[in-house]
């Protein structure tokens, strides 16, 4: 009997130790600075690339013109480059916000224009095969100041991204 608890404890201790080293963290875009952090985002593996392609053309991080910082930390060039936009289909092959996204080539008002968003903060947490997105995203419309915050919530199997519960453009689910 006290063999099979001891067992059974081992599996316990072995099974939470597991679970505790596989979630990974992504920090692009901290909270107290709102700053894009290079370093992260330069590591990032292909399947989260993908994933900060998508949110960079969601929501912007300091748009001038056809340049998204996001976007070029990347390396994907100009806001809608064919290097964003195959990223995006590659990964996202059936997902309705981002072809809605690709349909407009990634475009976003630049910021300081009447209706522009900014991310203040954007991380993904990686659990096995779920990838939750955190993030806060600052919408001014017209001097209106609305926030909109995470998690969206993925699937990543056979290298696709399937949607599990999406705050960020929900409607497009609909």
């Keep these: 009997m006290k063999i099979s608890i001891r067992f059974l404890l081992i599996f316990l201790l072995l099974t939470v130790c597991k679970n505790s080293h596989s979630q990974k963290n992504y920090i692009l875009i ?11 985002i330069a590591a990032l593996p292909p399947s989260l690339k ?3 392609a998508l949110y960079a053309a969601m929501g912007g991080t300091g748009c001038a013109d056809q340049q998204c910082a996001l976007t070029t930390a990347l390396g994907l060039g100009n806001q809608g480059s064919d290097a964003q ?6 990964y996202f092959p059936d997902d309705k916000a981002a072809k809605l996204v690709l349909s407009q080539d990634c475009y976003l008002p630049p ?5 522009f968003s ?4 954007l991380a993904f947490v990686v659990l096995g095969s779920e990838v939750q997105v955190r993030y806060e995203l600052d919408v001014l419309n ?3 100041l609305k926030k909109i915050m ?3 919530i993925y699937l990543y199997n056979h290298q696709i991204f ?3 519960k999406r705050i960020l453009y929900a409607w497009t689910s609909k």
Excluded: C
């Design 30 to 40: 901290p909270k107290n600075s709102g700053e894009l952090r290079n370093g992260v």
């Design 50 to 52: 993908a994933m900060a």
């Design 85 to 90: 936009k195959k990223l995006i289909q590659k």
């Design 111 to 115: 910021t300081g224009s009447a209706s």
């Design 118 to 121: 900014n991310f203040s903060y």
């Design 142 to 144: 017209h001097g209106v």
């Design 150 to 152: 995470g998690p969206d």
């Design 162 to 164: 399937k949607n599990k």
